[in-house]
Every structure is written in structure tokens, then in C-alpha cells.
């Protein structure tokens, strides 16, 4: 199902006047602060600890 965005709902970069996109991780373009990489981590061993906890319940 197709559902256009009108033309004027969408937001102009007021730098340059190019319609901007969402912050999304779609190709190399997506923007990172510094604390992004520390958050990936963080989320990473939280998700292992959750994993392994699942596992030893299972046993």
C-alpha cells in the first residue's frame, strides 16, 4: 500500500533548502554522536546477559 507524503509536510533544511530525511540507518549517511557507539555496546551486553540467563533457566 502506497501512502504519499505531501510535499508540504515535509521539512526544509534551513542551511541549504533540501528537504530533509529521518535519522535513520539506511546507508553511510546515518548520523552518530559520541555516545552512540558506547550506547550499541552497552545494549549488546545487556542482550548477551539476557541470552545467557534464558539458557541457564533452560538447563
Do not use: H, W, Y
Not at 552497552?42 to 541470552?51: Q, V
Request: hydrophobic fraction near 40%; charge should be negative; aromatic fraction near 2%.
Amino acid at each position: 500500500m502506497k501512502m504519499p507524503i505531501p510535499t508540504e509536510l515535509i521539512p526544509i533544511c534551513p542551511d541549504d533548502g533540501l528537504p530533509m530525511t529521518m535519522n535513520l540507518r539506511a546507508d553511510e549517511n546515518f548520523v552518530e554522536d559520541a555516545g552512540c557507539s558506547t550506547k550499541i555496546s552497552e545494549r549488546s551486553i545487556c542482550l548477551n546477559a539476557d541470552i545467557g540467563q534464558v539458557l541457564r533457566d533452560l538447563l
